[in-house]
Every structure is written in C-alpha cells, then in structure tokens.
C-alpha cells in the first residue's frame, strides 16, 4: 500500500493497544500487529513504534502475545493488567435496575425465593479488566518531545488531548489514528495543527 501519511520529520508512533483492540467490534475486522508493524516502518522518518500493552499474568494467550509483539520489532510497554469491580448499583446502571426491579416484583408472587435471590445478585460486584497507560504515554511524548517533529497516536482516547494541543503549541506535527465511535469528544474543536485519520483509511494495509 502506498504511503498515507505526510510525515514532517522525525515521528513517534505510539500504540494504545487496549484501545485499539476495542475498535474491532465496531470496525467488523481486526488490525493485524504485525502488518501494522510493516506498514509503519516504510516511513524512513519513524524513529521509534511504541506499544503499550497490558499482560495478564499467568494467561498463556496473554504472555505470548506480549513476546510475540517484541518478536515483530515494537518497543513494548507492559504491566499487569488489574481486574477492577464494577458494582451493579451504581448510577449508570440505573435504568437497567429499574427494569429488572419491575422483573423481580412480578416474580415475587410466584417465585418469592428466585426473586429474593436476584436482588442480591445485584449487589455483587462484577470485574473487569483495566490497565491504563495515560501516564506511562503522557510521559514518553514528554521525555521525547524535543526529539521529534510529530506523532502518531493510535488511540481515540479524549484524555490525550491535552497531550496533543501540547504538540501543537509546539508547532509538533500531530496525527491521532481513531475508529468510528471511538473518538473522544474532546478533539472535536481541534481542528488547526491536528490530523484526524479514521483507520478504516487504513484497512487495505492492516486488516
């Protein structure tokens, strides 16, 4: 595939995987890393391909994605992921509880024992997984930033704005690489010194 990009100078990728993988549903392909990896270093002024990724410790699958993404060639990022409760009482879920609340007061009369027990399903937490890198690539842009002349982020996350008009101000070439419905609503005033590019842009290259 051609090339898309019109890089400037020297260019910092950086690869929010957790976030990248969460465009796959909404996207209906998935990002090969290793096409990815071979797409990107076609451009002679990427210095360096940054990927942050979250291991889960003792999940085969896990610990050999980690190697096989060093094997590609990444500068690899990692830390154990956490496993964060999510309890069922809390506000967002507050619509979904009212309908099951309906559910549960129906089933009080011919089945007051199941639906005793479904209440205090509600009231156990459910994990899920988190490893954020927010910090660890704030930092990266910041230790490199008067080495390069631009960056390309593969991440829709609005929390790196902040990092982004940073670049700009600093006259930075900035490209943030996002899917359909995963752009933080936080770049849609960010248009001067900012590059938007949709990945499915991209798709010939990395599905």
């Known amino acids: 595939m051609a090339k898309f990009f019109k890089l400037k100078g020297k260019t910092l990728v950086l690869i929010d995987w957790a976030n990248v993988y969460g465009w796959f549903k909404n996207l209906g392909w998935e990002i090969d890393p290793k096409k990815l990896y071979r797409y990107l270093e076609n451009y002679s002024q990427i210095v360096d391909i940054r990927f942050y990724f979250g291991v889960e410790r003792d999940n085969k699958k896990s610990e050999q994605f980690q190697k096989d993404i060093e094997k590609i060639g990444y500068t690899l990022i990692s830390k154990e992921l956490k496993w964060v409760p999510v309890s069922l009482d809390r506000a967002h879920f507050k619509k979904f509880l009212e309908e099951l609340s309906k559910i549960t007061d129906g089933l009080a009369k011919s089945n007051a024992s199941f639906a005793e027990k479904l209440k205090k399903a509600t009231k156990i937490p459910i994990y899920r997984r988190k490893c954020d890198f927010d910090c660890e690539i704030a930092i990266d842009v910041m230790k490199n930033i008067d080495k390069?002349?631009?960056?390309?982020?593969?991440?829709?996350?609005?929390?790196?704005?902040?990092?982004?008009?940073?670049?700009?101000?600093?006259?930075?070439?900035?490209?943030?690489?996002?899917?359909?419905?995963?752009?933080?609503?936080?770049?849609?005033?960010?248009?001067?010194?900012?590059?938007?590019?949709?990945?499915?842009?991209?798709?010939?290259?990395?599905?």
Request: aromatic share 8%; proline share 0%; charged share 30%.
């Open 148 to 207: 390069i002349d631009g960056l390309i982020l593969f991440s829709g996350d609005g929390d790196y704005a902040v990092v982004i008009d940073e670049l700009i101000k600093l006259k930075k070439q900035a490209i943030v690489v996002f899917a359909k419905g995963h752009k933080g609503k936080e770049y849609q005033d960010r248009k001067k010194g900012l590059y938007l590019c949709s990945v499915d842009l991209l798709k010939n290259a990395l599905k």
